[in-house]
Each structure stands twice: as C-alpha cells, then as structure tokens.
C-alpha cells in the first residue's frame, strides 16, 4: 500500500498560481501513475491531471491544458501540480491519487488517495 499527504493549497487572486505537492510513503513510488484530482462544492471529483511511472506520459482534463503542468520525483517520492492563470472555478480540494494501472482520467482506477489540500481563487 502506500499512504499520500497533499500541500502547498491556500488563497490566491485569479489570474496567479500555486504549486501543490504530494509526499508518498509506503510502497516503492515508481510502481504507480499518478493523478490529481478536484471536488468543489455541491460537485463530483474529477479529473485535472496524471503522470504516468517513470514520467513518460503526462494527462490534463481540458480545462486544465495549457495551464496546469504535472510532474513527478521518483527520487523524493513526490508528484506536484503546478497550477497557472487561476480562475475562480478552480476552487476546490485537490487530492492526490495513485493508481496501478487502467484509464488514468478516471478515478475509478484509482485506489489510494490524500486527504486533500484546499485551493481559493478569489475574483
């Protein structure tokens, strides 16, 4: 198994950016893809991006292309998003997911999971 711990949310003004970082511990990290996802209020959780082992492939929802960057450190056990050009409609909690295998978009194929940070853009 192995356990996630999320950092790096807080308030920031539209239009700024914040890294999240996300420490794994347990199981070697390389074994597993990636993922980052959001829940906001009254919504699911979706998608916003995946690394795959060994940083071959990387993933982005639309709303997130273009602005998101998503990377990982096999050598420290970490995966970050970089967010950029916040909007408001990227609030929520973010959470960091690791996966075996399967369609990296969907959380389904996600079995462990972080607590969440939360990210406020305000307008």
């Known amino acids: 198994q192995v356990r996630l711990l999320e950092s790096g949310g807080g308030l920031v003004q539209a239009g700024g950016s914040l890294t999240l970082s996300c420490v794994a511990s347990?199981?070697?990290?390389?074994?597993?893809?990636m993922g980052w996802f959001r829940q906001a209020p009254g919504k699911a959780r979706e998608f916003v991006a995946a690394?795959?082992?060994?940083?071959?492939?990387?993933y982005f929802s639309d709303s997130a292309k273009g602005r998101f960057i998503v990377s990982r450190d096999n050598a420290k056990n970490t995966t970050s998003l970089e967010m950029n050009q916040l909007e408001p409609g990227d609030t929520a909690v973010y959470y960091c997911?690791?996966?075996?295998?399967?369609?990296?978009?969907?959380?389904?194929?996600?079995?462990?999971w972080g607590q969440g940070t939360q990210v406020t853009v305000s307008s």
């Open positions: 690394v795959a082992r060994d940083d071959r492939y990387t």
């Open positions: 347990g199981r070697t990290f390389s074994f597993y893809h």
């Open positions: 997911a690791a996966s075996e295998g399967g369609d990296l978009m969907k959380k389904h194929f996600y079995g462990y």
